[in-house]
């Protein structure tokens, strides 16, 4: 499926540092209490989402990893404050890109990127151990880890920097930590069209033995952005 193109594109010029809230990632991924509980959730790469730190606390468990992780809690509390702001301009610029009824407007956008980093900046300072610096594509995980791995806003978002090679070398590593089933969100690029690869990456999957699927979800921020990937990983493709 192909969308058409945007009239314009999202500016970020890097990939920030910027969260969603845990109750975003619910709707985001059609999660709920009965599919979380008793299973080892991997959010990846996790950035400043709070889906770690309030889901600990709700009794679930759940491991977040990112490449920011390399630095400060401080130090990122502000390079996340800046990129909100960064976001928000961005954002503004582009409005008739997003669908304004899960936010009512920028400043219900703002409160809810600020609430993500807060959360996720407080339980980083109390609970380091649950947020493990990674760069992908290689995880320092042992094969199985987890039950349920969650993707947000990466994989296929930045398709102008990750290439083709990137996210089949990512997929194949985030497959061989996760036991059960690999959700990805969103499947369009930062100009709303569908990933161009998709279709590509999908014949690899059911080549390797796994069941895909694409499921709508009841999250639509930006246009298009409504859809995830369910991965189910095969028996046969248990030692990847």
Not at 36 to 51: H, I, M, Q, T
Not at 86 to 115: Q, T
Not at 194 to 218: N, S
Request: a negative charge; aromatic letters at 12%; glycine letters at 4%.
């Amino acid at each position: 499926m192909t969308i058409p193109e945007q009239n314009k594109k999202l500016d970020l010029n890097r990939i920030v540092y910027i969260g969603r809230t845990f109750d975003e990632y619910i709707d985001m991924f059609s999660l709920s209490g009965d599919f979380l509980k008793e299973k080892r959730v991997l959010d990846c790469p996790a950035g400043a989402c709070s889906f770690t730190a309030i889901g600990n606390k709700k009794g679930y468990d759940i491991t977040a990893f990112d490449i920011a992780y390399y630095y400060d809690v401080e130090e990122l509390k502000d390079k996340g404050l800046q990129d909100i702001e960064h976001a928000m301009e961005s954002i503004s610029n582009v409005r008739e890109n997003y669908k304004w009824e899960y936010f009512k407007d920028i400043e219900s956008l703002r409160e809810h990127r600020l609430s993500a980093l807060l959360d996720c900046t407080n339980d980083r300072r109390k609970a380091k151990e649950n947020y493990i610096p990674v760069t992908l594509p290689k995880l320092p995980f042992e094969d199985n880890s987890f039950d349920v791995l969650l993707s947000a806003h990466f994989l296929f978002m930045y398709a102008d920097r990750l290439d083709y090679q990137f996210h089949i070398n990512t997929l194949y590593e985030l497959l061989r930590v996760t036991k059960g089933q690999i959700r990805i969100f969103p499947l369009v690029d930062l100009e709303g069209n569908t990933y161009k690869y998709l279709d590509k990456i999908l014949h690899y999957l059911e080549e390797i033995g796994c069941t895909t699927d694409i499921v709508q979800v009841p999250y639509e921020f930006q246009v298009h952005a409504d859809s995830m990937l369910i991965i189910s990983k095969g028996m046969e493709n248990d030692k990847l």
